[in-house]
C-alpha cells in the first residue's frame, strides 16, 4: 500500500472516530452557534462577511478534527480526496426564492509530499473549486451542502 493511500486512511479513520466520540459532537446538543457550520443571527439579516465567517468556521472546525486536512469524496473518481482550503472568496451568491446563499472556496488536494512533509513544487497540486450552501432560517445562517 502507497504511503498516501495509508496516511489517507488513517486520516479519514481518525476523523469518523473523533467525530463520534468527542463528547457534544452529536445532533442537536450544541445551541446553534456552537455546531461548526452555523453563525447565530442577531438581527435575522446577513452580509458576506457572515457567510464566509460560518464557512471559515466549518471548515475550521472539520480539518481540526481531521488532521488539518479536509475531507471529500469525489464522486466521479470515486476516491475520498486530501485538502487544504486555499481561499474563500469574498464574493457570496444569493438565490431570493430558497433564502440560500453560497460560498465558492478554492482547496488544493494533499500529494504525496505535502504528506509527508517533503519539499515539492506546489503549483503543480490539483486544485478543485467547491461550493459551501448555506440556509438562512431568519435566526441562524447553516451550512445546508457542500
Keep these: 500500500m502507497k504511503t498516501k493511500e495509508i496516511i489517507t486512511g488513517l486520516i479519514i479513520f481518525t476523523g469518523i472516530v473523533f467525530g463520534f466520540l468527542i463528547p457534544g459532537s452529536g445532533q442537536g446538543q450544541n445551541s446553534p452557534a456552537e455546531r461548526p457550520g452555523t453563525a447565530k443571527l442577531p438581527s435575522g439579516q446577513i452580509d458576506s462577511r ?7 468556521d466549518y471548515i475550521k472546525k472539520d480539518t481540526g478534527l481531521k488532521g488539518g486536512y479536509f475531507l471529500i469524496y469525489d464522486a466521479e473518481d470515486k476516491k475520498a480526496l486530501t485538502l487544504k482550503l486555499n481561499k474563500v472568496y469574498d464574493q457570496i451568491s444569493f438565490i431570493k426564492n430558497e ?30 473549486d467547491i461550493d459551501f450552501w448555506l440556509k438562512n432560517d431568519g435566526k441562524n445562517l447553516e451550512i445546508s451542502r457542500i
Excluded at 440560500?100 to 517533503?118: I, M, N, Q, R, S
Aim: include cysteine; aromatic fraction near 10%.
Design 50 to 56: 457572515d457567510a464566509r465567517n460560518c464557512v471559515n
Design 99 to 128: 433564502n440560500t446563499y453560497f460560498a465558492c472556496c478554492d482547496f488544493k488536494e494533499a500529494c504525496d509530499a505535502c504528506l509527508t512533509g517533503k519539499e515539492h513544487d506546489m503549483s503543480k497540486d490539483r486544485k478543485f
